[in-house]
């Protein structure tokens, strides 16, 4: 089973994966984190970013969920490939043979869902704090799901607290995650 949360940076995703890994460990599963890849990235990144980087970024993304679902029942990902490429249109304009093969992939996640930017960016050390720039990438992302009518769950605004009840309710009553509990 692969789950994503997905959004702009700084909105609590990686917060829910680590969440979410020890609710799934607390229930006797098999899970990894596949940790946002931008971080490693040995180009620039944020507004300063180009193709170069974000396809770095794409491609690194796509080997990390391979290698870690090689050796893990439940896959924890923050950030899938179409947040990669949100982040790609927004500095070199639309890529259709990546974007094919973004739309391919995105088939791969049994559970994507969607944190929602509510204006503020946490400050990280790495993730650019300018807020137009979040909600820029934060518009792209629900703009490609729309066009892709990709499915996914949306945390509802202004309620972070009870966030991970929802995605534990939603993953666990997957059918993927209930046969994990046999």
Known sequence: MKV???????????????ELAAVLKREGIHVDIVKEVARLSPLPINQKTSLE?????????????????SQH???????????????????AGRQPSIERYMQHWMRSYDLLFKVPFEGLVTADGVRDTDAFFAEAV?????????????????LEPGARRTWINRVREVVLNHPKGQKRLL
């Open 73 to 91: 029942d439940v896959l924890v990902c923050d950030r899938s490939v179409l947040d990669n490429y949100a982040y790609m249109v927004l500095s």
């Open 138 to 154: 934060d518009q792209m992302v629900d703009k490609l799901l729309a066009e892709r009518t990709v499915p996914h769950e949306r």
């Open 53 to 69: 980087a974000q396809t770095w970024i794409f491609l690194t993304q796509m080997a990390e969920e391979i290698r870690s679902g």
């Open 4 to 18: 994503a949360f997905i959004g702009t940076h700084g909105v609590g995703k990686t917060t829910l994966c680590y």
